[in-house]
């Protein structure tokens, strides 16, 4: 069931990015990728590294980890978006594709092993986390974004009514509703400016500054998955302790979600 859960996923995230492909905007901008990072890590850090973006999607981190200067780019993804990924970053001639799980990232000489909004979907995460551990160069670093449990009571109770009618319906009816939902949520962002409301940070950092194209795809991603977990703090820390990372560091992005930087040991014995 465990397997069929994942495969299911896949398949939804592939036909979502063939969907929503564009990659601009503050969506695709390097101050999104620094109010990821938080205190933890700048982004200047990605100059001249080798980086592995897990879980890429339709490639927006790609251009973001180009413009800072990285210098090679490894795109792991395992649908069929690998082919809007390659269409969006045609340009660029230091990014290699592998349409793969995160279990089976090539053996490479990586500094950044980076994963947004990815490993929370994947329903037995210990082996990608122990691949992504084996990869990294002695003290290279992996950066996990994740979908938080704290302060998200009644979110999560809403999402999880609304995905047992939604995780199952076509994309194009799935497509309007979300349209349709572009609307409320501008609604309860402006009531939020004013009232002490759940997400009232993310809607002000991050809703705010995207287009109703984002935001559209911001609801989609939220409602078509088949699988997400939200972690709780010490979840977070504990997925990369266990398969050996050290100085992990955490920051609760918005108060709703978690970005956990871990350090691969320069001596393992």
Request: net charge positive.
């Given at each position: 069931?465990?397997?069929?859960?994942?495969?299911?996923?896949?398949?939804?995230?592939?036909?979502?990015?063939?969907?929503?492909?564009?990659?601009?905007?503050?969506?695709?901008?390097?101050?999104?990728?620094?109010?990821?990072?938080?205190?933890?890590?700048?982004?200047?850090?990605?100059?001249?590294?080798?980086?592995?973006?897990?879980?890429?999607?339709?490639?927006?981190?790609v251009k973001i980890f180009h413009k800072l200067g990285a210098r090679k780019i490894t795109v792991i993804e395992p649908s069929n978006a690998i082919e809007v990924c390659k269409k969006n970053n045609a340009d660029l001639d230091n990014?290699?594709?592998?349409?793969?799980?995160?279990?089976?990232?090539?053996?490479?000489?990586?500094?950044?092993?980076?994963?947004?909004?990815?490993?929370?979907?994947?329903?037995?995460?210990?082996?990608?986390?122990?691949?992504?551990?084996?990869?990294?160069?002695?003290?290279?670093?992996?950066?996990?974004?994740?979908?938080?449990?704290?302060?998200?009571?009644?979110?999560?109770?809403?999402?999880?009514?609304?995905?047992?009618?939604?995780?199952?319906?076509?994309?194009?009816?799935?497509?309007?509703i979300s349209a349709l939902m572009v609307h409320l949520v501008r609604f309860y962002s402006r009531l939020a400016k004013n009232l002490s409301l759940p997400l009232k940070d993310y809607m002000a950092t991050v809703i705010d500054k995207?287009?109703?194209?984002?935001?559209?795809?911001?609801?989609?991603?939220?409602?078509?998955?088949?699988?997400?977990?939200?972690?709780?703090?010490?979840?977070?820390?504990?997925?990369?302790?266990?398969?050996?990372?050290?100085?992990?560091?955490?920051?609760?992005?918005?108060?709703?979600?978690?970005?956990?930087?871990?350090?691969?040991?320069?001596?393992?014995?």
């Amino acid at each position: 069931m465990t397997k069929k859960v994942g495969v299911e996923t896949i398949q939804d995230f592939g036909e979502q990015f063939t969907a929503y492909s564009k990659t601009s905007g503050y969506f695709g901008s390097v101050e999104i990728l620094q109010d990821v990072l938080g205190s933890l890590m700048k982004v200047s850090d990605f100059s001249g590294s080798s980086v592995v973006d897990l879980g890429s999607g339709s490639g927006r981190w790609v251009k973001i980890f180009h413009k800072l200067g990285a210098r090679k780019i490894t795109v792991i993804e395992p649908s069929n978006a690998i082919e809007v990924c390659k269409k969006n970053n045609a340009d660029l001639d230091n990014v290699t594709y592998h349409q793969t799980t995160g279990d089976k990232i090539p053996d490479g000489v990586y500094d950044v092993v980076y994963s947004f909004g990815v490993i929370h979907h994947i329903p037995e995460p210990e082996p990608v986390m122990l691949r992504i551990f084996q990869v990294l160069s002695p003290g290279g670093k992996a950066v996990i974004w994740l979908y938080g449990r704290e302060n998200n009571g009644l979110y999560l109770t809403l999402i999880a009514f609304l995905r047992i009618l939604t995780v199952s319906i076509s994309h194009s009816n799935l497509d309007k509703i979300s349209a349709l939902m572009v609307h409320l949520v501008r609604f309860y962002s402006r009531l939020a400016k004013n009232l002490s409301l759940p997400l009232k940070d993310y809607m002000a950092t991050v809703i705010d500054k995207l287009d109703n194209y984002d935001v559209k795809h911001v609801i989609y991603d939220q409602l078509n998955p088949h699988y997400a977990k939200y972690y709780r703090r010490q979840e977070g820390i504990d997925l990369l302790e266990k398969v050996g990372f050290e100085k992990v560091k955490v920051y609760h992005r918005g108060n709703y979600s978690w970005t956990v930087i871990g350090e691969k040991p320069n001596s393992i014995t």
